[in-house]
């Protein structure tokens, strides 16, 4: 490649930054409190095994070391059909907010992730005032079949959560015939599944230390910053007219 070919004449000096090891750690404090980790669940069933499996998920977070709430989607409205202001509603945003890492686990129903997980995320808008509630926080994903294994749902929510700017580990975990793989109080058998989760959810929380305290730095990005440099400038301009 020439000299000339390395000349970048559309970049904006001022906002170009070169990402080094050194940067991601030098403007932050380490937490000390647990890794706040948010569960979600797709099924109103008396006995949902996606529930079950989130409230298997969350006592390996707890034993890992994490702080965990579970929200119940029961009685929260359709999007559209109520506003902001619906105590459920409330209730899930601010959960979005409180966590530093999710854990989205449902049922795959007719080959995609159920309406009920998915309107608690369309619940959640791209941003509440300055602040994206779910970008840079960590996510796992998982589901649970009626039938033989399938990923359709997982993958389904991977997209999902690169939509909402969150960071989805590597690994992930998906049931098939949760019928057979629960006991009747809910507690999941021992199997190769359930190692899996416990894969998963230790993933998840070594990925929520490291990723915590840096969030900010790893979500800046170059556009934004451009951005935020011309509507500077705009107002500056503006008030000398």
Same mark, same amino acid.
């Not at 796992?140 to 580990?169: D, K, P």
């Not at 998963?200 to 969030?215: C, I, W, Y």
């Given at each position: 490649?020439?000299?000339?070919?390395?000349?970048?004449?559309?970049?904006?000096?001022?906002?170009?930054?070169?990402?080094?090891?050194?940067?991601?750690?030098?403007?932050?404090?380490?937490?000390?409190?647990?890794?706040?980790?948010?569960?979600?669940?797709?099924?109103?069933?008396?006995?949902?095994?996606?529930?079950?499996?989130?409230?298997?998920?969350?006592?390996?977070?707890?034993?890992? /070391?994490?702080? &965990?709430? @579970? #929200?119940?989607?029961?009685?929260?409205?359709? !999007?559209?059909?109520?506003?902001?202001?619906? *105590?459920?509603?409330?209730?899930?945003?601010?959960?979005?907010?409180?966590?530093?890492?999710?854990?989205?686990?449902?049922?795959?129903?007719? /080959?995609?992730? &159920?309406? @009920? #997980?998915?309107?608690?995320?369309?619940?959640? !808008?791209?941003?509440?005032?300055?602040?994206? *509630?779910?970008?840079?926080?960590?996510?796992?994903?998982?589901?649970?079949?009626?039938?033989?294994?399938?990923?359709?749902?997982?993958?389904?929510?991977?997209?999902?959560?690169?939509?909402?700017?969150?960071?989805?580990?590597?690994?992930?975990?998906?049931?098939?015939?949760?019928?057979?793989?629960?006991?009747?109080?809910?507690?999941?058998?021992?199997?190769?599944?359930?190692?899996?989760?416990?894969?998963?959810?230790?993933?998840?929380?070594?990925?929520?230390?490291?990723?915590?305290?840096?969030?900010?730095?790893?979500?800046?990005?170059?556009?934004?910053?451009?951005?935020?440099?011309?509507?500077?400038?705009?107002?500056?301009?503006?008030?000398?007219?």
């Amino acid at each position: 490649m020439s000299e000339h070919d390395a000349n970048l004449p559309n970049i904006e000096t001022t906002e170009f930054d070169i990402p080094s090891l050194g940067k991601v750690t030098e403007s932050s404090l380490p937490a000390t409190h647990k890794p706040r980790i948010l569960l979600l669940y797709g099924s109103l069933r008396e006995r949902s095994y996606s529930r079950f499996a989130v409230e298997e998920s969350a006592r390996l977070l707890n034993a890992f /070391g994490a702080e &965990t709430r @579970i #929200f119940n989607p029961a009685g929260l409205p359709q !999007p559209d059909t109520e506003d902001e202001s619906h *105590p459920k509603v409330k209730e899930l945003r601010e959960l979005m907010i409180w966590s530093e890492g999710q854990v989205w686990c449902s049922p795959e129903r007719h /080959g995609s992730m &159920t309406s @009920i #997980f998915k309107s608690q995320i369309d619940w959640m !808008p791209l941003s509440i005032g300055a602040v994206r *509630p779910t970008q840079g926080k960590t996510l796992a994903v998982m589901q649970v079949c009626g039938g033989s294994q399938s990923f359709n749902a997982v993958n389904q929510m991977r997209i999902l959560g690169r939509w909402m700017r969150m960071v989805t580990i590597p690994n992930q975990s998906s049931v098939a015939k949760a019928f057979l793989e629960f006991e009747e109080d809910g507690r999941m058998k021992a199997s190769s599944y359930y190692n899996r989760i416990v894969d998963v959810m230790e993933e998840l929380v070594k990925f929520t230390l490291l990723l915590r305290d840096n969030k900010g730095y790893f979500v800046d990005r170059y556009s934004e910053r451009v951005e935020s440099a011309e509507k500077l400038s705009q107002r500056v301009n503006q008030r000398s007219i």
